[in-house]
């Protein structure tokens, strides 16, 4: 049995396991199990999340960024209980952690109450999990992914995204991030904004892509825009406007 330990739950119903198709028959066929095992397979069924995971991946592919942080459903088999249990060691350790407390209460005493009833039960280990900056490209880089069929869209011909993406500011740069995110705002949010004239109005797509706007959920900051919804042929236009 392999498991995949999250937020606490329990080791045995995490990551996956073999397990009979019928639990009380053992001589009925195995199949794969496991809470983040069917999570996973059933986030990559919606083809607005594969695009904004290939996005980042490639975005930002020198570090933790560039893998798929819940797992990647077709890997996730191939994790071993060894593995699983030097992860959840290193990186659900107290060293690994943050500690908040809310409110005009002494700190002193919260302080006091952290070490001794959680740190001082541990010994201090470095987990290594520092984020480096992504490393800049001297040149655009492009990528093509592929995503199921949606047999419910309104025209079977248009189901293709597209977006272009700029690596922007160190998310520790308040002030840049904060600056870029009022720019991004100006120039994508609402129907009076020039993107959307340029894009939505267009009549190119149906929306925005996945992630279009200012993330500042990764070390490096990045901004996204494009449309989905688009006809295959209509990929050079949408860059076009963009650019």
């Not at 975005?59 to 209980?81: C, F, K, N, Q, R």
């Not at 011909?157 to 840049?176: C, G, N, P, R, W």
């Not at 340029?198 to 706007?213: H, K, Q, V």
Request: charged share 20%; hydrophobic share 35%.
């Amino acid at each position: 049995m392999v498991t995949v330990s999250a937020q606490g739950r329990n080791l045995r119903q995490e990551g996956w396991r073999l397990e009979h198709k019928n639990p009380t028959d053992p001589s009925s066929p195995l199949t794969f199990k496991g809470i983040v095992f069917n999570e996973m397979k059933g986030a990559f069924t919606d083809n607005a999340r594969v695009f904004a995971q290939q996005l980042q991946n490639k975005l930002l592919p020198d570090h933790t960024y560039a893998v798929v942080s819940g797992g990647e459903p077709l890997d996730i088999p191939d994790l071993t209980w060894a593995q699983l249990k030097q992860f959840h060691a290193t990186h659900y350790h107290p060293s690994n952690a943050r500690f908040f407390t809310y409110g005009n209460l002494p700190l002193e005493q919260h302080l006091k109450q952290i070490h001794e009833d959680a740190l001082s039960k541990f010994e201090r280990i470095d987990p290594h999990t520092e984020v480096p900056l992504q490393q800049r490209w001297s040149s655009a880089r492009e990528y093509h992914t592929s995503c199921g069929v949606d047999t419910f869209a309104p025209d079977p011909a248009k189901q293709t995204m597209v977006s272009v993406s700029f690596l922007l500011s160190d998310i520790a740069d308040s002030s840049e991030a904060f600056t870029l995110s009022l720019l991004s705002a100006l120039l994508s949010d609402g129907p009076n904004s020039p993107f959307y004239k340029a894009l939505i109005e267009a009549n190119l797509g149906t929306d925005f892509s996945p992630d279009s706007g200012f993330n500042n959920c990764t070390r490096d900051t990045f901004f996204s825009i494009g449309l989905q919804g688009i006809n295959t042929d209509d990929i050079q236009s949408v860059k076009e406007i963009i650019n």
